[in-house]
């Protein structure tokens, strides 16, 4: 298995991890009635947090999946894609934990280094890839 495809099975997972710390979250901070519900009614600021923060990691995962995806069916793989996948899953799982603990300084940053420095590396990886 490539890099790049242990890159997003590591996001995967954080990802899982994410919803578990989501439902002790819930269970300890809004109680066991409101994660039961419908959750219609507001919950306490740390869950919603939280649930902001797992929002985001879905739309980070389908980012990842997709540049994984094309490096993998183009048969690309190089340093680029490689410290890409693996710098942007660090990256993002440290914009999770900033998120989620409400450090809004680092969360921005960590947030700017996925976006703008590992997502075009990899772009970048699989055109020079794909290059003759």
């Given amino acids: 298995m490539s890099i790049e495809l242990w890159a997003l099975f590591c996001a995967l997972l954080a990802y899982w991890l994410a919803l578990f710390v989501q439902v002790v979250a ?4 809004a109680g066991t009635a409101y994660a039961l519900s419908n959750r219609t009614a507001d919950a306490h600021p740390a869950v919603e947090r939280i649930h902001r923060a797992i929002r ?3 739309e980070g995962l389908v980012l990842l999946a997709g540049l ?5 069916a183009t048969h690309v793989t190089n340093a680029w894609t ?9 990256v993002k799982t440290v914009h999770f934990i900033c998120y989620a603990a409400g450090v809004t300084h680092v969360r921005s940053a960590m947030w700017a ?14 055109v020079s890839g794909l290059a003759p």
Wanted: hydrophobic content about 60%; cysteine-free.
């Fill in 56 to 58: 985001n990691q879905v």
């Fill in 82 to 90: 490689q410290y890409a996948a693996m710098g942007f899953v660090a």
């Fill in 113 to 126: 280094a996925s976006f703008f420095i590992a997502t075009p590396a990899f772009v970048y990886g699989i």
């Fill in 26 to 29: 819930i269970d300890r901070l």
């Fill in 68 to 72: 994984v995806g094309v490096a993998t």
